[in-house]
């Protein structure tokens, strides 16, 4: 009773601080399990063996072995292939490779190599692409057990639950169904996505900053007195004076030397600002021209997502100012060298002449307009890491060698190859994942053996006795689906599993159609842009606003579920 009434204190502390804060999941989900060991509630030997998990370093090696497949033609090929054909066809080509590739490797690799070519497209508005790439990738990681990270985790729960490991392919017939309907909703709606290529009137929100210099003619005068008030495109958002913010600004204000002007607008409009006197935009000195301004997409794999641009010292790692963020159709607050960057942010920049020399680019950026940032692989090496990983997939699917061993050979052989680098592995190490999944084993493992999650189910058993264990099996999936949309899918998984678990004990049931449903719920990832990061990364680089997301995503969420709930248990029977 003692460790159910201690655990219970941790876990409603973790989801309180998962919804409330914004500490990083890792952080909560480590200070979680630490808590545990500390309270006595799990030995030290306990809690490590969970980072060692087979299922989390199969993951681990899956997003490592990604690093060489996102470098094969294979990709390539396919972004080179979405300008031709109508838009209709173009998606329909785009989120059927895009599922595929999804099924097998990083999805969010997946999208990020996908980026450039489509912001670059002669042919198709990058709005019009970008979610539906997205939401396929995510529909697509559905299909295998090695699809999607929550697969792989929901698999690992289960094994130390005491249950048979999952099949490559038990995901597939109810991930082919989830992915069939989405592509033809995703049609369907394809016409209130907006069109922010054409759309001249469309002014793209980007987050300006200007300085007032000693001696500046605005100083002294007002707001309105300036013509600061009605300018074309922009709007001026705040000031700041010292230590202090003036978030509505009205035409009286009073400029003073010194002051930061924060304004929201079309970034075409800087030509227009620098005619201010004494009001500097850019700081370098040459770079005062819109035309050379360049645009960049910070990559989810940055060393810098989390930190604020000025702690970052921009102008020191690469040589380039920046005069404008844009996060979506975000308003942004304080100074841009306080906005805390996030992956997917879009970032204007005026490049000193060593800018384009970096060799970290390709590292912190997704996407940097009119440069490829790929790096590809010849014909005859791309077709040896495709036939190699393609290898390993088989020797798994017939059990001759498990996936986890496989997937170690390759990745030293890829290693030693050179088509993957030291410094690649070390960027790309999931740190973050292997500090949550581990940690939530560990938590997962705690509730079930203390009991903690038998009492929450027979609580809602009590509930849900009515409806018997289908209509748990519903509740379990929305809970679970709810979770997705506010914190993280691994996350929701997580707190998920052991109460789906435990429910289906209590109704002596099947487990396997409660932990489809969460793995499935976990994955249903569709209306929040904050909720999955492909979702986020593509939210700037499409300049979509949330209700985009909810247009087209709350309708893809609810079929979504409804060919879920009637899948899993026709596939696996209670």
């Known amino acids: 009773m003692y460790e159910q009434i201690i655990l219970t204190g941790i876990m409603l502390a973790l989801v309180g601080c998962l919804f409330g804060t914004r500490i990083k999941p890792a952080w909560l989900f480590v200070g979680a399990i630490s808590f545990s060991y500390m309270a006595g509630l799990i030995d030290l030997e306990g809690m490590l063996v969970n980072y060692a998990n087979p299922s989390l370093i199969t993951l681990i090696l899956l997003v490592l072995v990604s690093i060489a497949i996102e470098k094969t033609t294979l990709i390539q ?185 924060l304004f929201v607008g079309d970034i075409k409009s800087v030509p227009l600002l620098t005619r201010f006197d004494g009001l500097k935009i850019v700081h370098d000195k040459h770079e005062k021209d819109v035309e050379h301004l360049v645009e960049v997409v910070m990559s989810q794999s940055s060393k810098y997502i989390g930190k604020t641009v000025k702690e970052v010292r921009f102008r020191e790692q690469f040589h380039a100012a920046v005069i404008a963020i844009r996060r979506g159709h975000d308003r942004l607050q304080g100074g841009l060298g306080q906005v805390r960057l996030q992956a997917g942010d879009s970032l204007i920049l005026a490049p000193g002449s060593q800018f384009y020399e970096l060799p970290n680019l390709k590292r912190e950026f997704v996407y940097i307009s009119g440069l490829d940032l790929q790096t590809h692989l010849k014909s005859k090496q791309s077709n040896i890491v495709l036939a190699a990983f393609s290898g390993v997939l088989a020797l798994s699917i017939f059990g001759i060698v498990p996936l986890v061993k496989g997937l170690m050979v390759l990745l030293l052989g890829l290693f030693l190859m050179g088509t993957i680098k030291i410094n690649e592995l070390k960027r790309r190490f999931p740190l973050e994942l292997l500090a949550i999944v581990g940690s939530a084993i560990g938590l997962a493992k705690l509730m ?94 499409g300049n979509y606003r949330i209700k985009d997301y909810v247009t087209m995503g709350l309708p893809l969420s609810i079929i979504y579920s409804i060919t879920v709930l009637t899948l899993i248990p026709l596939v696996f029977p209670f």
């Open 77 to 261: 090929t396919l972004a080179q292939s979405l300008a031709k054909g109508s838009l209709s066809r173009s998606v329909m080509k785009l989120g059927l490779s895009t599922a595929f590739l999804s099924s097998f490797t990083n999805n969010t690799a997946v999208v990020a190599s996908l980026i450039s070519a489509i912001k670059e497209s002669p042919t198709h508005s990058p709005s019009k692409l970008l979610l539906p790439l997205s939401y396929t990738a995510i529909l697509g990681g559905t299909l295998t057990l090695i699809g999607t990270s929550t697969n792989l985790i929901v698999n690992g729960f289960a094994i130390d639950a005491g249950m048979a490991p999952l099949g490559f392919f038990d995901f597939t017939l109810i991930g082919l169904g989830a992915l069939f309907v989405g592509l033809i909703t995703i049609m369907v709606l394809l016409k209130y996505l907006p069109d922010n290529g054409t759309n001249q009137q469309e002014v793209v929100p980007f987050y300006l900053e200007g300085k007032v210099q000693a001696g500046s003619k605005l100083i002294g005068c007002s707001v309105e007195e300036n013509g600061l008030r009605d300018l074309k495109d922009l709007f001026l958002a705040e000031i700041i004076h010292g230590d202090r913010r003036i978030c509505a600004v009205t035409p009286q204000q009073v400029i003073q030397q010194g002051d930061t002007l």
């Open 448 to 541: 079930i053996n203390t009991g903690l999650a038998g009492k929450i189910s027979s609580g809602l058993f009590y509930m849900l006795g009515d409806f018997g264990p289908y209509g748990a099996f519903i509740a379990i999936f929305v809970m679970t689906v709810i979770f997705t949309e506010l914190i993280t899918n691994n996350a929701a998984a997580a707190l998920s599993f052991p109460v789906a678990y435990a429910l289906a004990i209590g109704f002596d049931v099947s487990p396997l159609p409660f932990i489809m449903a969460v793995a499935f719920g976990a994955s249903a990832s569709f209306i929040s842009p904050f909720s999955y990061q492909t979702n986020l990364m593509v939210y700037s680089a």
